[in-house]
Structure formats: structure tokens, C-alpha cells
């Protein structure tokens, strides 16, 4: 069993930024995807970043250049900068660890609670 949990959510103005952290309970990243989803009301829960155990990172279109997924290794915690940020990006933001398959699908198989993020305009 993995235990993944949030912080870093928060109240920001548009333009401003946020830093999301995602501890785990255990040393992970060498097998585990890391990933952040997030979920507005009303909307399905999207992929927003991902960071494979060989350290590639993904990012949805919404967010290139303003987002970025990192992981600190030796402090089981997996991160999400996000920059510029816009009203949209207003969600609870999940962390997740799964197994990608050789044909580059990833089964999410551990979630955290989320964590709150709202942008004002």
C-alpha cells in the first residue's frame, strides 16, 4: 500500500503561483508514474502532469509552459510549480501513482485526498 498526501492548495490571484507537494509513504518513483490530475465542478477529472520512473515528464496542453512536475527522491515527494495561473485552473488537484504499461498506458492505482486550488480574477 502507498499513502499519497497533498498540500501546498490554496487562494491565489490570477497571474500569481502555487507550489502543490505530494509526500508518499514510501520510496516509489522507481517504479510508480507520478501524476497530478485535478477536477473542477461539474467536469470530469483531467491528467494535468505526469513524470514517468525514468523522470520524462508530460503535461496536458492547458498548462505547458506554465506547469511543471518534479520529484525529489531522497524526500518521497513529488511536486507541481504552477505559474501564471488563470481562473480555469481552479480545481481539487489530486496526486497519483501507477504503473505504465510497455504500450504507454498508466493504471492509477494510488490516489491522495486532493488539495484545493482557487485562482480569482
Known amino acids: 500500500q502507498v499513502q499519497l498526501v497533498e498540500s501546498g492548495g490554496g487562494l491565489v490571484q490570477a497571474g500569481g503561483s502555487l507550489r502543490l507537494s505530494c509526500a508518499a509513504s514510501?520510496?516509489?518513483?522507481?517504479?510508480?508514474?507520478m501524476a497530478w490530475h485535478r477536477q473542477a465542478p461539474g467536469e470530469q477529472r483531467e491528467l494535468v502532469a505526469g513524470l514517468t520512473s525514468r523522470g520524462m515528464p508530460n503535461y496536458a496542453d492547458s498548462v505547458k509552459g506554465r506547469f511543471s512536475i518534479s520529484r525529489d527522491s531522497a524526500k518521497n515527494t513529488v511536486y507541481l510549480q504552477m505559474n501564471s495561473l488563470k481562473p480555469e485552473d481552479t480545481a481539487v488537484y489530486y496526486c497519483?501513482?501507477?504503473?505504465?504499461?510497455?504500450?504507454?498506458?498508466?493504471?492509477?492505482?494510488?490516489w491522495g485526498q486532493g488539495t484545493q486550488v482557487t485562482v480569482s480574477s
Open positions: 497519483a501513482a501507477g504503473v505504465t504499461t510497455a504500450w504507454g498506458t498508466t493504471r492509477y492505482n494510488y
Open positions: 514510501r520510496s516509489i518513483f522507481s517504479i510508480y508514474t
